[in-house]
């Protein structure tokens, strides 16, 4: 399995970006999918994830209400939309995937990663 990951770029606090990440190499419908986001000198963090299914997602409590992570099978894409962007919300954003129906709590619990692309919020 192969992942890109785009739409990352630079705004303005308060607004609003869509990442994407699209496999190749087989379908993703059987995986559980997840953002990630790395900040300069911190961990990877789980920023939202979705099961199999879609009848499942988490969010980490600093983007809950503002962030949508969502699937599309047919296309073998996977989508963070990112509304109400804060200065915190900065960092390089992966894409991954794991095997299975339930979602990875942590970013090396991954079976497949995106190439990260980074995100910039100014104040």
């Known amino acids: 399995v192969q992942l890109q990951a785009s739409g990352g770029g630079l705004v303005q606090a308060g607004g609003s970006l869509r990442l994407s990440c699209a496999g190749s190499g087989r379908t993703l419908s059987f995986y559980a999918m997840g953002w990630f986001r790395q900040a300069p000198g911190k961990e990877h963090e789980r920023v939202a994830g979705?099961?199999?299914?879609?009848?499942?997602?988490v969010y980490a409590d600093s983007v809950k209400g503002r962030f949508t992570i969502s699937r599309d099978n047919a296309k073998n894409t996977f989508y963070l939309q990112m509304n109400s962007l804060k200065p915190e919300d900065t960092a390089i954003y992966y894409c991954?995937?794991?095997?299975?129906?339930?979602?990875?709590?942590?970013?090396?619990?991954?079976?497949?990663w995106g190439q990260g692309t980074e995100v910039t919020v100014s104040s």
């Open positions: 991954a995937v794991k095997t299975g129906a339930e979602v990875a709590d942590d970013f090396y619990q991954c079976d497949y």
């Open positions: 979705i099961s199999w299914s879609a009848g499942r997602t």
